[in-house]
Antibody, heavy 119, light 110 residues
Framework: QVQLQESGPGLVKPSQTLSLTCSVS??????????WSWIRQHPGKGLEWIGY???????YYNPSLESRVTISSDTSENQFSLKLSSVTAADTAMYYC???????????WGQGTLVTVSS | QSALTQPPSASGSPGHSVTISCTGT?????????VSWYQQHPGKAPKLMIY???KRPSGVPDRFSGSKSDNTASLTVSGLQAEDEADYYC??????????FGGGTKVTVL
């Protein structure tokens, strides 16, 4: 069974860079065919897809966040990471990592980590 | 891309059915059979209930079913149970590697 676990600071100052890591167990992030995504949920609101890293290492980001987002992977640690630069209070959200096949059906999710942007 | 449109709330009595709509455009829901539905209980991560419009992951009860007509997808929960009370979100592939979610529907079991 695939398990994902997010980790990172719960509090980030405005204008700084938010950095989160998703640790994966039960599968290799280099397994063929899988997309490893970050998704966020603002408090009391709906879901917003941030972007993915494919097993091959290629990435794609939500156009609305593209200028501030970087997703990378560490295959030796079986982890992938999210960096979101120049954060504001509007980036306060629960951040989830998830796995999908093509078509964006997220069968496996992490439990989520709450990130608050505040001075 | 714009978010998919879902009704904010829906309700039904135990044992009855409730259907949630998810309206998009000819560029997302209408163009691809990559519509998914997620159930989210308070404080929990979303759980995949339906994918590729009609498919159920292993372990999801067959009380949950999905369909699509033109630019609108639907999730039907039959034989409502207390544990079905949750928020439900739809999503659709929108082309060019993009994904769009709906705003969510709160289902109440009366």
């Amino acid at each position: 069974q695939v398990q994902l676990q997010e980790s990172g600071p719960g509090l980030v100052k405005p204008s700084q860079t938010l950095s989160l890591t998703c640790s994966v167990s039960g599968d290799s992030i280099t397994s063929g065919g899988y997309y490893w995504s970050w998704i966020r949920q603002h408090p009391g609101k709906g879901l917003e897809w941030i972007g993915y890293i494919y097993y091959s290492g290629s990435t794609y980001y939500n156009p609305s966040l593209e200028s501030r987002v970087t997703i990378s992977s560490d295959t030796s640690e079986n982890q992938f990471s999210l960096k979101l630069s120049s954060v504001t209070a509007a980036d306060t959200a629960m951040y989830y990592c998830a796995r999908s096949l093509w078509g964006y059906a997220f069968h496996f999710w992490g439990q989520g980590t709450l990130v608050t942007v505040s001075s | 891309q714009s978010a998919l449109t879902q009704p904010p709330s829906a309700s039904g009595s135990p044992g009855h059915s409730v259907t949630i709509s998810c309206t998009g455009t000819s560029s997302d829901v209408g163009a691809y059979n990559y519509v998914s539905w997620y159930q989210q209980h308070p404080g929990k991560a979303p759980k995949l209930m339906i994918y590729e419009v009609t498919k159920r992951p292993s372990g999801v009860p067959d009380r949950f079913s999905g369909s699509k007509s033109d630019n609108t997808a639907s999730l039907t929960v039959s034989g409502l149970q207390a544990e079905d009370e949750a928020d439900y979100y739809c999503s659709s592939y929108a082309g060019n590697n993009n994904l769009v979610f709906g705003g969510g529907t709160k289902v109440t079991v009366l």
